[in-house]
């Protein structure tokens, strides 16, 4: 049989060293969830497409993929039926499995889901995390499993083991959420309660787990077949990618991206952030400012999301809200204040409601609109900064299972 394999993914030269980069499935059969266009061309190539009907078939597959959330290629019915048969030889469009999908109160949804066993047969878990509001509905995706940075208030950053997502891993994320909330077209035009426009998820954040910067190609190719505009076509607008501020990354994240920005500030002297964020040794509060000033295309209609975490006698003085409201000058800037979401095993509180609200007060008399983030799904540990907890969490109960 004719076995496609691709190199999809190489481990980003700036970012710290990963174990493995690249996830191989068990099934021998190559997973074209996340492939580019012209990847998706090529591996139909080599699985007997002839050349000149490839980009042909590349596209009538992407919109059986990515625009009605087909995975089984027998009902790929404008393609011909040897083909069908070719394609299910080679290739799978297998999503993460699900292991546990949770329903907050607030109606927030989060799914631990369990990626194609690595080369060694290992299987890692994710965390996607759904958040639905009035005027839109935001997926929070991960982009690697745990983080190589330490942020001392984030849960994530005390998971130890890390590897990259492909981008496969990252745009199954949003195609299993949209399974789960019945997106895809049929699945609408059966729901008398659809939402206006047809879409449940309207915004995507890269705030899950991980440093997007760190995985920069992957990151970019999902996000790239994310808005594709024949396929799941969610505007750049509509995306906004966080960092903790791997700043030779920033600009060129702009060129080559082109989502909106979002930088975990949460300090406002060096001295505090290098404790927070320890980042911040490498890439001091001076350098990421610059290189936020030349992130491309900012105006006053699109800003840089400043995000700043309150925590309790850290972070929250007047002089602290005085200090951001000066190393924000001549930014376009937003700030998100976000109250912090305790864990287990955490030295860090979350500043009081008034403290918090004379830390806004003193941005929005200043011109900056400051919303201070509702905390979403604290009752199941689906809140930023809380992810990883459940994935330990069963992870302990499948060794007790197991014993
Ligand atoms: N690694 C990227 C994106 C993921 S974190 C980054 O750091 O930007 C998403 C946001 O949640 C970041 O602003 C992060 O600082 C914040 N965060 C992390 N832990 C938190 C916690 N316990 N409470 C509140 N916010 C937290
Ligand atoms: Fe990693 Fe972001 Fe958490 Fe820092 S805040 S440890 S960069 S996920």
Known sequence: MNRVTLDIGRANPNGPTLVPNLAQTADPRLNLLGLSRAQLAE???EAGVPERQSRMRASQLWGWIYNR?????????????????????????????IVTEQ???????KWLLRLAPDADGRRHDVETVYIPEEDRGTLCVSSQVGCTLTCTFCHTGTQTLVRNLTAGEIVGQLLVARDRLGEWPEALAQNPNAPEGGRFVTNLVLMGMGEPLYN??????????????????????RITLSTSGVVPEIVRAGEEIGTMLAISLHGTTDDIRNKLVPLNKKYPIAQLLDACRQ?????????????????????????????LVQLLKSIPAKVNLIPFNPWP??????????????????????????PVRTPRGRDIMAACGQLKSAS????AKERTASI
């Open 69 to 97: 959330g087909i995975t089984d290629f027998s009902l790929m019915t404008n393609v011909a039926k040897e083909l069908r048969g070719k394609l299910a030889e080679n290739f799978t469009l297998a999503r993460p499995e």
């Open 345 to 370: 095993g955490t030295d860090y509180e979350c500043s009081e409601w008034p403290v918090i609200e004379r830390f806004a007060e003193i941005l929005n008399k200043a011109g900056y609109a400051s």
């Open 295 to 323: 992130y491309p295309g900012l105006s006053n209609s699109r800003r840089i999301t400043f995000e700043y975490v309150m925590l309790k006698d850290v972070n929250d003085t007047v002089e602290d809200a005085k200090r």
């Open 216 to 237: 920069f190609d992957h990151v970019k190719t999902a996000m790239e077949i994310v808005a594709d505009g024949e396929g799941l076509s969610l505007s750049k607008r």
């Open 43 to 45: 591996a139909l190539v």
């Open 392 to 395: 330990e969490r069963m992870r």
């Open 103 to 109: 329903i907050s109160t607030d109606g927030t949804r």
